[in-house]
């Protein structure tokens, strides 16, 4: 099967998120979540959030909101339920899933992780989120000689080292610049091209 990549794009990500939700059984072997309405009754929920189904003595009832175009899943009493729209499925117990968000869609979450761990949907999140945090990078640099590099996360880092009159022309710098992915199309005046290896990472102070 042919892939069109014409259709691809990548996802430009601005934050990460968990969202507590329900998980809701379907027919077979299926499921799917839904995140918790900020209504949700505690008191509720707490005692049942790792059960499946509604045992002896809960007489609740799953329902679906809607809020601001996203549905949202609540268990109520039943005889608070009456008028309401009904979840189509059987209430699975509480779950988390890890969701980004996309510059300019703040209300279209894309669900890229669902678990019954919380611990475990933290630790993902965390480390999404990482990756927006920038690189920081910092060059030790003795009588003009590199001597240590080191970063907070991997990078890639390019050193463009004036040299006043030493240095050939333009178009020459420009040609070993372009030969440095991905750093082609970038016009320094008169500058060295040095590519620098990350020696360590860095322990989070300066």
Request: glycine share 8%; aromatic share 8%; proline share 5%.
């Amino acid at each position: 099967m042919t892939i069109n990549d014409d259709h691809i794009r990548p996802m430009n990500f601005t934050s990460f998120a968990v969202e507590r939700c329900i998980r809701v059984l379907v027919d077979g072997n299926g499921h799917f979540i839904l995140p918790i309405d900020s209504r949700q009754v505690e008191s509720i929920l707490e005692p049942i959030a790792a059960d499946i189904g509604f045992g002896p003595g809960f007489d609740y009832s799953l329902i679906e909101t809607q809020i601001d175009g996203q549905s949202f899943a609540m268990v109520v009493e039943a005889d608070r339920a009456q008028g309401a729209l009904y979840v189509n499925g059987d209430y699975g117990g509480v779950w988390w899933r890890v969701v980004g968000y996309e510059d300019g869609f703040p209300n279209d979450p894309f669900v890229l992780a669902t678990t019954d761990c919380q611990d475990s949907a933290q630790c993902t999140c965390m480390s999404l989120q990482r990756l927006l945090e920038p690189a920081r990078v910092a060059v030790r640099v003795l009588d003009g000689a590199q001597i240590e590099t080191v970063s907070n996360r991997p990078a890639e880092v390019l050193l463009l080292i004036e040299s006043g009159d030493d240095c050939d022309d333009d178009e020459e710098s420009q040609s070993e610049l372009d030969s440095v992915s991905p750093w082609a199309g970038l016009k320094p005046e008169a500058a060295m091209v040095v590519p620098v290896k990350i020696q360590g990472l860095w322990d989070g102070t300066w």
